[in-house]
């Protein structure tokens, strides 16, 4: 079992930044992929950026390409999310999600891979 806990949302205004934290406890955190997904209202939950287990590999979806980046401490058990440059339709609730993935540099990008979530955390960037 892990437990997911994302702090630092908030209101922004378009071209600042947030950063984006979760602190995982429970199992080997090093045992997991991690991903951040986030999900707007009407709009289907979607991948922003995943990072394997050994944190050698990332994964950015293009919408944020260039502007958010995924990083990870797995002494610490946090994986965090940098986003620069925020516009009005990065506005959603952000989920920190664990991946169960036996190989090591693997990212995977669908919400059902992976195993455990977060209660989310609300961005909203004005314009």
Same mark, same amino acid.
């Given at each position: 079992?892990? !437990?997911?806990?994302?702090?630092? +949302?908030?209101?922004?205004?378009? +071209? +600042? ?6 602190? %995982? ?13 986030? !999900?707007? #209202? ?18 950015? %979806? ?19 999310? !940098?986003?620069?440059?925020?516009? #009005? ?7 920190? %999600? ?12 669908? #919400? ?9 955390? !609300? ?5």
């Amino acid at each position: 079992q892990v !437990q997911l806990v994302e702090s630092g +949302g908030g209101l922004e205004q378009a +071209g +600042g930044s947030l950063r984006l934290s979760c602190a %995982a406890s429970g199992r080997t955190f090093s045992n997991y992929a991690m991903g951040w997904f986030r !999900q707007a #209202p009407g709009k289907e939950r979607e991948i922003v950026a995943g990072i394997s287990r050994s944190g050698g590999s990332t994964y950015s %979806a293009d919408s944020v390409k260039g502007r958010f980046t995924i990083s990870r401490d797995n002494a610490k058990k946090t994986v965090n999310l !940098q986003m620069n440059s925020l516009k #009005p339709e990065d506005t959603a609730v952000y989920y920190c %999600a664990a991946d169960r993935v036996a190989y090591i540099d693997l990212v995977r990008r669908s #919400p059902a891979d992976y195993d455990y979530w977060g209660q989310g955390t !609300q961005v909203t960037v004005s314009s």
